[in-house]
């Protein structure tokens, strides 16, 4: 089975802030990757998909990139309504597994 | 535009089988391009894929769920359905349905999610 390894697990961070998670799979998934946030109570919200493709009706601010094992997701200018939790999923194998999340925390 | 449902007991005692459903309203679990997907997140933890199903009714579990786990579709009540069985403590969560779509191997449309406990 695949495994995906978010890092870091937490980050502290301010409005206008540039943000990096990372996500690596444990075998090559091509481009097979998406980036989800979750806020507190609610269902979790698509951002990118295929690796750097943006989800209809998200910021721009939002990209993603990588290919292969090594993804990254972006926020060029942090948000007030960013501060969240954000999950990555590799959607190349059957086993459609999940990151184990990266909170996204005011400082 | 699309809605999904989850809907099902919010209370499961030990040793019994959790049984959930996901209504569609503004589109069909027979079209040709989704899969229609359950996903749970214990208490204060990360997401979990359990498994999805295709509106023929083919499916794919998750391996560490798959010896419990059923998963069905009713076309005709355009609804899926989740049956977890032998559940203890460490099965309550939120359970999310969504539609996967197969051509950007994503999911675009959750439910809001039910919360089950399993407690006797």
């Known amino acids: 089975d695949i495994q995906m390894t978010q890092s870091p697990s937490s980050l502290s961070a301010s409005v206008g802030d540039r943000v990096t998670i990372t996500c690596r799979a444990s075998?090559?998934?091509?481009?097979?990757l998406n980036w989800y946030q979750q806020k507190a109570g609610k269902a979790p919200k698509l951002l990118i998909y295929?690796?750097?493709s943006l989800q209809s009706g998200v910021p721009s601010r939002f990209s993603g990139s990588g290919s292969g094992t090594d993804f990254t997701l972006t926020i060029s200018s942090l948000q007030p309504e960013d501060f969240a939790t954000y999950y990555c999923?590799?959607?190349?194998?059957?086993?459609?597994?999940f990151g184990q999340g990266t909170k996204v925390e005011i400082k | 535009q699309v809605q999904l449902q989850e809907s099902g007991p919010g209370l499961v005692k030990p040793s019994e089988a959790l049984s959930l459903t996901c209504t569609v309203s503004?589109?069909?679990?027979?079209?040709?391009?989704?899969?229609w997907s359950w996903i749970r997140q214990p208490p204060g933890k990360g997401l979990e894929w359990i498994g999805y199903?295709?509106?023929?009714?083919?499916?794919n579990y998750n391996p560490s769920l798959k010896s419990r786990v059923t998963i069905s579709v009713d076309t005709s009540k355009n609804q899926f359905s989740l049956k977890l069985d032998s559940v203890t403590a460490a099965d309550t969560a939120v359970y999310y349905c969504?539609?996967?779509?197969?051509?950007?191997?994503?999911?675009?449309?959750w439910g809001k999610g039910t919360t089950v406990t399993v407690s006797s």
């Open positions: 075998q090559s998934i091509s481009s097979y």
């Open positions: 295929a690796a750097s």
């Open positions: 969504a539609r996967d779509r197969i051509a950007a191997a994503s999911m675009d449309v």
């Open positions: 199903i295709y509106y023929s009714g083919s499916t």
């Open positions: 999923q590799q959607s190349y194998s059957t086993f459609r597994a």
């Open positions: 503004g589109g069909s679990v027979s079209s040709g391009t989704y899969y």
